[in-house]
């Protein structure tokens, strides 16, 4: 059984405390969020303690490991806390948005060999995780594309926006790791990216996009490309093709159920396909902590490690480089 203090119960915090209360081999013994009334929220949902400060949910002697899923600027100083106190660490993507930071982390916690995972779901996900299995296996015969869509259902609120820290380190982090999964051990060398705030007076204002395209190359010459939105009509749209000498794979959309209508109207009409991320990748998240908990239980290595999350932030900022520039930028980790 592995005991859990979680740090931050807002959208992703309460989600995960659900998943710990679920997991058979897993406790949730506290709670911390600066917001009294969240973490409040999260003690009546599971029964857990509400810890004073977020030093006395991770110190405590009778926990294992440590759940971040507060605002990402704390992630780095809640990281080196709980590795100092020798717990295992479960953290929420992006580390942070400054690579300075994330480096000093890194030094900061060199000496304590705590497990670290960070929490890209994606790869969690079985259709996706097929399609990279089905690369590896070279099922393709020899990869030469990746294509990655990825479109949120609408725009966040503005307060989320200055936060984020940007559309390309806060959303296509997540395809950035996605393409690195994808590409096992053949590193992206290049990005070329654009960028406009094309619909949302939110994202105008504070400078930020709202529709974004990027091509990446890879050592061995595959090119990638990916192309992201914060509005699709249609839903949370999620979709990853991979192409080669001997064919393609697609981990498409999924739809919650599988009825189609036929009318003398129309054929083939599906129901909307999932509204967002919690619904989309519900298993995924779970299959993620599952992994999590295992690892540590079994003393084995976490398939998504602090060096994953520092290098999705290094392509993130080569991306900013690019849009800046408007030039090709060479990606060095
Ligand atoms: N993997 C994913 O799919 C995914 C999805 C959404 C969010 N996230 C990440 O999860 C993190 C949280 O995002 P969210 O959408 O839940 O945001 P949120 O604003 O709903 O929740 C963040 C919580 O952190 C709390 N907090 C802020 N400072 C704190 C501190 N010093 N100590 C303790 N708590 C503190 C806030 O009060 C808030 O409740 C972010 O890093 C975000 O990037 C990941």
Known sequence: MLNFSLIGAG?????HAKIIKAHPKSNLKYVYDVNSKLANDVVKLTG???????????????IDAV???????????FITTAAKAGKAIFCEKP????????????????????????????????????????????????????????????????????????????????????????????????????GEALFDKNAKKIKDQDTGMFILKSKKGVLI??????????????????????????????????VEKFTNKSTNIKDPIHFF???RYEK??????NEFVKCVLKKTNPKVTFDDGKKALIIANAAYKSLKSGKVVNIKF
């Open 11 to 15: 959208r992703i915090g309460y989600m």
């Open 95 to 194: 580390i942070d948005l400054n690579i300075k930071k994330v480096n000093q982390c890194e030094n900061n916690i060199k000496n304590y060999k705590v497990p670290i995972q960070i929490g890209f779901n994606r790869r969690f996900d079985l259709s996706h995780a097929k399609v990279q299995k089905a690369c590896l296996n070279k099922e393709i015969g020899d990869l030469e594309m990746v294509v990655i869509t990825s479109r949120d259902p609408q725009p966040p609120s503005i307060d989320y926006l200055k936060a984020a820290g940007g559309f390309f380190r806060d959303a296509t982090i997540h395809d950035f790791d996605l393409t690195r999964f994808i590409l096992g051990n053949d590193p992206v060398v290049q990005i070329s990216a654009f």
């Open 225 to 258: 490309h990916i192309n992201n939105s914060r509005r699709a009509v249609y839903g949370y749209d999620q979709r990853v093709e991979i192409f080669g000498s001997k064919g393609m794979v697609i981990s498409n959309n999924q739809v919650p159920n599988s």
């Open 277 to 279: 991320f919690m619904e």
């Open 284 to 289: 995924a998240y779970k299959d993620q902590f």
């Open 67 to 77: 759940l971040i899923a507060s605002a990402t600027p704390t992630h780095t100083k």
């Open 48 to 62: 857990c303690a509400k810890a004073k400060s977020p030093e006395q949910a991770i110190n405590s002697k009778d």
